[in-house]
T-cell receptor, first 115, second 114 residues
Framework: AQSVTQLDSHVSVSEGTPVLLRCNYS??????LFWYVQHPNKGLQLLLK??????LVKGINGFEAEFKKSETSFHLTKPSAHMSDAAEYFC?????????????FGAGTRLAVHP | DTAVSQTPKYLVTQMGNDKSIKCEQN?????MYWYKQDSKKFLKIMFS???????INETVPNRFSPKSPDKAHLNLHINSLELGDSAVYFC?????????????FGPGTRLTVT
């Protein structure tokens, strides 16, 4: 069965320092993986996606994630946090069932950025 | 230009009432979805329609009835509202056959049942 585990429910960093949001996945086949971001009282926005092409995926706003099959991980990173990065981040895996795809969301990681 | 829009943004109602949430997308997608986000921010799919045909129906009470008049619209009607229905409901859309499975989300509708 497909699932994702986000290892931290809250991450707090100082502005200008690196960001690491951890995600492990479980999949019975080669997965498609995503990171979505949700700013307060907003909808979800796609940050980046992995679909079996390059294992290092670059997204918007300076974020990137690396697909590591041996570790079943898809951690999200950013070299330098900005105040505007404060939001909820969701790691997502696709489940292919009955000819259709469903998104399976992780529980989310709340990122706080301090001055 | 709003890609995926939902109305209303906020909905406060009493237990036992019936309410509807509307969703429209102008992206030309053929598949639309409803998700429920609970108070702990956990997101779970409820329904999905492809070209007006129901393709995903998770274990959702039958008080919830989606309706898709055309492939650009997917409305959610909820009968006999209960306290536990309080949540944020998100509509999303995508191309089913794009191969990338990327979904675009609306801004959400915060439903509060008192």
């Amino acid at each position: 069965a497909q699932s994702v585990t986000q290892l931290d429910s809250h991450v707090s960093v100082s502005e200008g320092t690196p960001v690491l949001l951890r995600c492990n996945y479980s999949s019975s086949y080669s997965p498609s993986l995503f990171w979505y971001v949700q700013h307060p009282n907003k909808g979800l926005q796609l940050l980046l996606k992995y679909t079996s092409a390059a294992t290092l995926v670059k997204g918007i706003n300076g974020f990137e994630a690396e697909f590591k099959k041996s570790e079943t991980s898809f951690h999200l990173t950013k070299p330098s946090a900005h105040m505007s990065d404060a939001a909820e981040y969701f790691c997502v895996v696709t489940l292919f069932s009955g000819g259709y795809n469903k998104l399976i969301f992780g529980a989310g990681t709340r990122l706080a950025v301090h001055p | 230009d709003t890609a995926v829009s939902q109305t209303p943004k906020y909905l406060v109602t009493q237990m036992g009432n019936d309410k509807s949430i509307k969703c429209e997308q102008n992206l030309g997608h053929d598949t639309m979805y409803w998700y429920k986000q609970d108070s702990k921010k956990f997101l779970k799919i409820m329904f999905s329609y492809n070209n007006k045909e129901l393709i995903i129906n998770e274990t959702v009470p039958n008080r919830f009835s989606p309706k898709s008049p055309d492939k650009a619209h997917l409305n959610l009607h909820i009968n006999s509202l209960e306290l536990g229905d309080s949540a944020v409901y998100f509509c999303a859309s995508s191309y089913r056959t794009s191969g990338l499975w990327e979904q675009y989300f609306g801004p959400g509708t915060r439903l509060t049942v008192t």
